[in-house]
């Protein structure tokens, strides 16, 4: 069957991936079943079973990897000590007085516990447990509530450290640290646009979001008090490795140790929660470790096919504007983060989608390029997180939020994703925003 080759067989072998994790396959499995039944099908079965005798150790002993269990850790270590909890609590001590107060509050300690977790289902299960009995007693509307703490929680995966650009970084050998730079002022963009959306959904319907009783000085002073271990491990860690004092891989490490210890510190770390946090890190290391097998089992299945490269040939011959070409990824992107889980999505479409960008006449350096367009993957993979039908994040509130219909939530969550298209748009349109820092701090 020679006519299945190259394209066509990559086409049926994604078509196969899809069936199967629509039949709720696990997304590793699906991914390294198919890869193989590819591989077998190109070269046979004697040639699959010495990779498979070599990849994974080859691709597990890498040094870059040993970054992902280190930010996990340092994302579940500030989870058990508290300090999303009094994160939370000092900004709405500070906020909450305002109409729409205590949801600014939620968006901004997203954006904060971000910086020390890296996850964003982690950041809005967190955020959530701790923010949501308190928009409930101050009567915000239930829609209102959990969309906040939804959309807010995809500020984990782009507020530096994030262990998906950690990812992204891997799979595409940009980086690490440029990418943590990139990300720092689109996550900042995306949380004052969140709060602007806040303000104008409470300007519009003032019962949704009330406003609460000023807080006096001293409860002031007593709030910002608690956030200092927040902003100092964000300094530490992001900051060495913003000046270059360590590699990503080493500010993980320093970031594990700094905040186990403020943990220690704080008396919110007891050796039960520590036994918590290395288990619950162990199994999402282990989940994401499968992902990758699987990934690099199909990604090779891809390369033997030559797909990628006649993907980006046929587009560099089609002379289109290359701000199509990526007004185009960009659009598959929200349509694909709707329906899937977002690690999966970029392991699965990189290999594919990264060589078309890098061949497009961009006005960027290479660097630059594979930076900026990074970026862009982790903001349209964040609008998929709370976007339905799927939708990630709200199905962790709704979790949460049992009273509340899911359909409502996810109307609810409308003007923030539009104000995500607005940020998404300036991010394309404008490339230096993302770059800025990358250049200012090299």
Partial sequence: ????????????????????????????????????????????????????????????????LSVIP???????????????????????????????????????????????????IATTATIGHAALPALRAQGYAGG????????????????????ILVIYGIVTETNIANLFKAALVPGLLAAALHCLVIALVVGRRPQDGPAGVRADPTARRAALRAVWPVLLIFLVVVGGIYLG?????????????????????????SPRRLGEALLETAQLAGMIFALLL????????????????????????????????IAVILVFYVLLGALMDELAMILLTLPVVFPVVMALDLGLSASDAAVWFGILVLVVVGIGLATPPIGLNVFVVGALARDVP????????????????VRLALLVAFPGISLALVHLLR
């Fill in 294 to 325: 699987g990934a690099e089992m199909f990604n090779t299945f891809l390369a033997l096919t030559r797909a990628p490269e006649t993907l980006a040939a046929a587009v560099a011959a089609a002379d289109l504007a290359p701000l199509a070409v």
């Fill in 1 to 64: 069957m020679d006519w299945l080759a190259g394209g066509p067989l990559a086409a049926v072998g994604f078509a196969a991936m899809l069936l199967l994790i629509a039949l709720r396959v696990p997304v590793a499995l699906a991914m390294f079943a198919c890869g193989a039944v590819g591989y077998v099908w190109q070269l046979g079965t004697a040639p699959l079973l010495a990779y498979v005798k070599s990849a994974p150790f080859a691709l597990f002993s890498s040094y870059a």
């Fill in 406 to 421: 899911l359909p409502r939530i996810y109307r609810a969550v409308l003007p923030f994703v539009l104000g995500d298209l």
């Fill in 245 to 269: 004092l360590f590699t990503p891989t080493e500010g993980a490490a320093v970031g594990v140790v700094t905040t186990g210890l403020l943990a220690l510190l704080r008396g919110g770390l």
């Fill in 144 to 163: 209102l509530a959990t969309a906040t703490i939804a959309v807010g929680g995809t500020l984990g995966i782009l507020i530096p450290p994030s262990v």
């Fill in 70 to 120: 280190l930010f996990v850790l340092m994302g579940q270590l500030a989870a058990k000590a508290g300090l999303s909890e009094a994160l939370f609590g000092a900004l709405r001590v500070w906020l909450g007085h305002r109409r729409g107060g205590v949801a600014m509050a939620v968006i901004v300690a997203c954006a904060g516990f971000g910086a020390v977790c890296g996850s964003a």
